[in-house]
């Protein structure tokens, strides 16, 4: 079944829309996993969780679980995992006793640099394997409008 947004005259079918998203989402993200496994000895997600450490530092367990709407326990849990492998440290918070700072250590913040480079080579490759650069553009400014749309309603954001 066809469904129009906004009275937009261009047909979509939404559920596989939804499904493509879905998807090439899960295949990248596997892909880039496999690459990050092999070269660094980490998955996608330590990769992401190491990254935005790195570009946000001082940050806390709930701004990870808010920015990758995911639970915070399933985060707490995340960070565990780096702080045992030695990339990532719990500091004080001097604003709230009840909260920890995170950080990279001087491990981790060499891990992500080394990843990055694996993490958007793998990306460019699969997503340059299959659409022109144009094509690519169009596709990061419309996913990120919707983002956008969805973070300000706060829609998918976990409860718990």
Not at 18 to 44: K, M, P, Q, S
Not at 57 to 70: H, K, M, N, Q, T
Request: with cysteine.
């Amino acid at each position: 079944m066809e469904y129009t947004l906004g009275g937009d005259s261009a047909a979509v079918g939404l559920p596989d829309l939804f499904a493509d998203l879905v998807r090439c989402e899960t295949r990248l993200y596997n892909a880039l996993g496999d690459r990050l496994r092999e070269r660094h000895g980490i998955v996608t997600s330590q990769y992401e969780f190491l990254r935005y450490l790195r570009d946000h530092p001082g940050c806390r367990v709930a701004d990870l679980a808010a920015e990758f709407a995911i639970g915070v326990g399933a985060t707490s849990k995340g960070i565990d995992r780096l702080e045992k492998q030695g990339w990532a440290a719990r500091r004080p918070n001097p604003a709230d006793r009840r909260s920890s700072l995170l950080v990279l250590t001087d491990d981790g913040a060499r891990l992500v640099d080394a990843a990055e480079a694996t993490f958007t080579g793998g990306l460019s490759e699969l997503l340059g394997g299959a659409l022109d650069g144009p094509s690519v553009a169009a596709a990061a400014r419309a996913l990120s409008t919707l983002r956008s749309a969805l973070e300000r309603d706060r829609v998918g954001t976990p409860t718990g």
